[in-house]
């Protein structure tokens, strides 16, 4: 349970899950730095739970993982009245608006830098992956221009032999001496 920052009386449970009308939507990804690490998040729907006993509207906050699903790990609350502010004229949060996030006791900078070291070791297998492709197509098309230098080479070379004086190339197939003795 995690107590909330404007009012004693209000205590998050501490869930795991999207709450089920975010599944639905497409929410933005956002970079933001937590304990000094950076990190994806998405963030949820305004939820009205606490709104009529104490005003408090809140915004889930959910973790990207390096599978690509996402957990809540805590939330940005505030004042109803404070709502209009937080949103842009699209009616998107405002990041930089956002006061500071209420994250829960498990959401330690131990839990976040597993995270961020699982996402980027999984990013490094992904681009040592694509690495290791661009380097096997730079071989194949080092061994293809190897071939077409070498084909290249061996059309010079025919051509250069087909412009030689005719004495010249008696001296190739018959040798220095033969075509001496026929002159």
């Not at 010079?156 to 008696?170: A, D, E």
């Amino acid at each position: 349970m995690t107590q909330s920052r404007l009012h004693n009386s209000v205590i998050y449970t501490e869930r795991t899950a999207i709450f089920e009308e975010d599944k639905s939507k497409e929410l933005d990804i956002h970079d933001i730095y937590l304990y000094g690490i950076p990190v994806n998040i998405c963030i949820g729907g305004v939820q009205t739970t606490y709104k009529k006993s104490y005003n408090i509207l809140f915004f889930p906050i959910y973790l990207i993982k390096p599978s690509g699903t996402s957990i809540q790990i805590g939330v940005y609350e505030f004042t109803a009245s404070k709502l209009k502010y937080l949103l842009n004229s699209a009616g998107e949060v405002n990041i930089p608006k956002l006061p500071s996030p209420l994250l829960y006791s498990f959401a330690t900078i131990e839990y976040i830098s597993s995270i961020v070291h699982k996402f980027e070791t999984h990013r490094l297998e992904i681009n040592d992956k694509a690495n290791q492709e661009l380097l096997r197509k730079e071989k194949e098309n080092e061994e293809i221009l190897r071939e077409v230098e070498r084909i290249e080479t061996a059309k010079n070379t025919r051509s250069w032999m087909n412009v030689m004086n005719p004495h010249t190339q008696l001296q190739q197939i018959y040798g220095k001496n033969r075509s001496r003795k026929n002159r």
